[in-house]
């Protein structure tokens, strides 16, 4: 029997001995998810609902304010610049009856530095000190280490689990659910674990269903074929919230709704066009029009709402559409009518196209967005295709503009402004480079001090408002509707976890 083969059965007879034999119904399952978003059962490739399920876990997770919290690991140390140690958490076994220790531990790990997700982590060694002790030593000091291993890339393994070539067969780890059954694009199911360390959920079996359409996504909600429904659309949320049997939750997300400009190429290499743009779009329109007042208007990447990261001394209000014609006039963009014709320079009409995607009412947000810099005299032609295509696009090409969402605590720490602004490690296509942005960033990574790390933190989010790389539009917020029957469902500020150990359901 080859190790494959030995694992699976493995897994097999642990499944059956948790759950007993499942049928091949759909509906079997105790809590059935729906949501847009396919699943992997790698976690270096997309394994974000492995880990909401509580199927996999990391040595560290993150707390409801968003900061890095004890998981696999009970307590770590930063011994000096370059070195940590993290304590692995005691009588805790794998899904597959192994248990917990420094060798897993380590071999998990090294699998997760070596992956091309973490090619910006400086990683340079990862020892076992002992039965329960793993070492970390970075290339250079590095203080978001414990919140980079908090990410879906960083759950811990069973050594059984990963092939000798590095390739993950199944998620076997620590979690209060153990992965059952997978359909690639269609749906993946867990079962208790009645073993877990911590808190044992009260549901036997949970099924996540891949539900593109929002409207079906809805539909199954209130035919009770799912007990809860996610990332549904703003405009879903007044006839939810009086729809007999429906839980309706909003909560404000890190998330921001941005233009992305090519700062490389014209007209949007000129600085005050990029600000003229900021100046042009009414924030507080697109929230209360399109997003039915749910979503806030932002413009800097993190909100003093959720986090102490956010700069609270950035200008709020930028709306000002004749500052906006006046830095155009200004930059030799004039128009020989009343201020609202399109403008030119030199022979050339100041036309743009702005790239987005059908997600997170973007398609509409760029509707609004053409007549608002319409009236300061810029004409802006709007181009919907699918993410990736508009990824492929703007990593490959010049372009003017894309409008996009990102999660900017999808790991706890500020951090992640390095992947928005540094002019090497970004991960954004704007082509910004600021000396000074970029040596912010790289001490704030190597500070310890909080208050350090903050102030400079502080001060990237206020240059780059001012130089204008991105132009943030709103803040975001996450639309769950759930049948009434569910209890103890408490949204989380980063959409890390489902928390469905603490979920029960009323006999109806």
């Known amino acids: 029997m080859d190790r494959r083969t030995a694992l699976q059965t493995t897994i097999g007879a642990a499944t059956l001995a948790v759950a007993g034999c499942l049928s091949n119904d759909p509906d079997d399952a105790d809590f059935r998810i729906g949501g847009p978003w396919k699943p992997s059962r790698d976690p270096l490739d997309g394994g974000s609902q492995i880990r909401r399920l509580g199927i996999t876990e990391a040595l560290f997770g993150v707390d409801y304010d968003a900061n890095p919290t004890p998981e696999l690991a009970t307590e770590w140390e930063r011994l000096d610049e370059h070195h ?109 674990n009645d073993d877990y360390y911590g808190e044992r959920p009260e549901m036997e079996t949970v099924r996540y269903e891949v539900v593109d359409d929002d409207q079906t996504r809805r539909m199954k909600l209130e035919n009770g074929e799912l007990e809860m429904a996610r990332i549904l659309p703003h405009e879903m949320v007044s006839a939810l919230e009086v729809t007999d049997g429906i839980d309706v939750y909003t909560p404000e997300i890190p998330r921001i709704r941005f233009l992305t400009f090519d700062t490389q190429s014209k007209p949007f290499d000129d600085d005050p066009i990029r600000r003229a743009v900021d100046h042009a779009v009414d924030r507080a329109a697109i929230t209360e029009g399109i997003l039915n007042g749910i979503n806030d208007p932002a413009v800097g990447p993190f909100s003093p709402e959720l986090t102490e990261w956010a700069n609270p001394d950035l200008e709020t209000d930028l709306y000002d559409p004749d500052r906006a014609r006046s830095l155009l006039s200004e930059a030799g963009w004039t128009t020989d009518g009343d201020g609202d014709d399109i403008r030119t320079r030199d022979g050339e009409v100041l036309s743009v196209e702005v790239l987005t ?115 943030v539009l709103t803040n975001g917020s996450s639309v769950i509707a759930t049948a009434s029957e569910v209890n103890g469902y408490e949204p989380h500020p980063t959409e890390s976890r489902y928390g469905l150990e603490s979920i029960t359901l009323e006999e109806s």
């Open 84 to 192: 940590w140690e993290f304590e692995l958490r005691e009588d805790v076994t794998f899904h597959d009856g192994e248990p917990l220790n420094a060798a897993a531990a380590v071999e998990s790990l090294q699998r997760t530095a070596d992956a091309t997700a973490f090619a910006d982590v400086p990683i340079d060694t990862i020892e076992a000190v002992n039965e329960a002790t793993v070492a970390v030593e970075t290339e250079t000091p590095f203080t978001p280490l414990p919140a980079h291993l908090s990410r879906n890339e960083a759950v811990l393994l069973s050594l059984e689990a990963i092939d000798e070539d590095g390739s993950s067969i199944e998620p076997v780890s620590t979690g209060p659910f153990v992965f059952d059954r997978f359909q690639p694009g269609s749906e993946l199911r867990a079962v208790r």
């Open 357 to 471: 995607f059908d997600g997170r009412s973007l398609p509409l947000i760029a509707e609004v967005l053409q007549d608002q810099l319409e009236a300061v005299g810029i004409d802006l032609e709007v181009t919907v295709v699918e993410y990736s295509a508009m990824v492929d696009r703007v990593s490959q090409d010049s372009f003017d503009v894309y409008l996009t969402s990102w999660g900017t605590l999808w790991y706890p720490d500020p951090d992640r402004l390095t992947e928005m602004f540094h002019s090497e490690a970004a991960s954004l296509h704007h082509g910004y480079e600021n000396d000074r942005v970029d040596t912010l960033l790289e001490e704030a990574r190597e500070l310890s001090d909080r208050e350090a790390r903050q102030e400079r933190y502080h001060e990237v989010q206020s240059i780059v408002l001012e130089d204008a790389p991105i132009t």
